[in-house]
């Protein structure tokens, strides 16, 4: 009875998160205008003086408005898809670190690009872990143009082979359209890495494994510092 009285008083956890979260919504949509009346090669240029502000001392929640605002205008013009409002939302939800339940259709796939972008301005790295094979290729695919209108470079794990997002790539197999083989060194270094839970687990477990450095040189090197997100029915990030 008195839980009732409460929530109808205060609301829920739920509804008290999402209506903390709208004052920095608000932001992001009175910076679309401006960020629409950018060139692309303005609008490529936010990447570095976001990062330069970065570097200058500014924290990350300092940035998210515009970083959100920037991707959701690149994904725009390159993928053919603004974020909505409650999208931005879940990717506040991902970026502080807890738990966004989306059903399919919802657009998972478009959400984990504004933490990731985010994310990646810091220079640290970024992996986003989905399921299986077939939606780690896919999902950098489809979001590859988004990161690539915004100069970041992304890379590909699957079973024994590595690649990056390369749109001049050109190959006979559609189904690699636009990726571009590389060492898994090379794919993890990039500024966002899309795997699997699989793959990335046992090249940590690899690199654990190595006795020195320079054993590294042809090796994953997963142990760089970075962010995590897993992608499933139900998004997250994981812990550092």
């Keep these: ?4 009285i409460l929530k109808k008083i205060f609301g829920t956890k739920h509804e008290r998160d999402v209506k903390r979260m709208m004052p920095v919504v608000a932001e992001i949509n009175a910076l679309e205008p401006a960020i629409q009346a950018l060139d692309d090669a303005a609008l490529r240029g936010k990447t570095d003086e976001l990062r330069k502000r970065l570097a200058d001392g500014a924290e990350i929640e300092d940035v998210l408005p515009e970083a ?8 725009r013009r390159s993928v053919g898809m603004r974020h ?7 990717g506040m939800v991902l970026h502080n670190g807890t738990i966004a339940e989306m059903a ?24 986003i872990v989905t399921v299986n094979d077939y939606l780690a ?29 390369d749109p001049a ?33 046992f090249d940590y477990l690899r690199d654990n494994m190595r006795f020195s450095l320079k054993s590294w040189s042809s090796a994953s090197c997963t142990t760089r510092s970075s962010t995590r997100w897993t992608r499933s029915s139900s998004t997250r990030r994981a812990p550092r």
């Design 137 to 165: 290729k896919r999902d950098a695919q489809w979001m590859g143009p988004l990161y690539h209108a915004l100069a970041l470079s992304v890379g590909v794990i699957q079973h024994e082979a590595s690649f990056t997002y």
């Design 84 to 90: 909505f409002d409650v999208q931005l939302i879940g």
């Design 68 to 75: 959100f605002a920037v991707c959701r205008e690149a994904a």
């Design 169 to 201: 790539y050109t190959t006979p197999d559609i189904r690699m359209t636009a990726l571009r083989p590389i060492d898994r060194r090379t794919a993890y270094l990039c500024d966002i890495t899309y795997g699997t839970n699989n793959e990335f687990g």
């Design 104 to 127: 399919t259709g919802e657009g998972k796939t478009l959400v984990a690009t504004l933490p990731a972008y985010l994310n990646a301005l810091t220079g640290k790295g970024v992996h």
């Design 1 to 4: 009875m008195i839980d009732a």
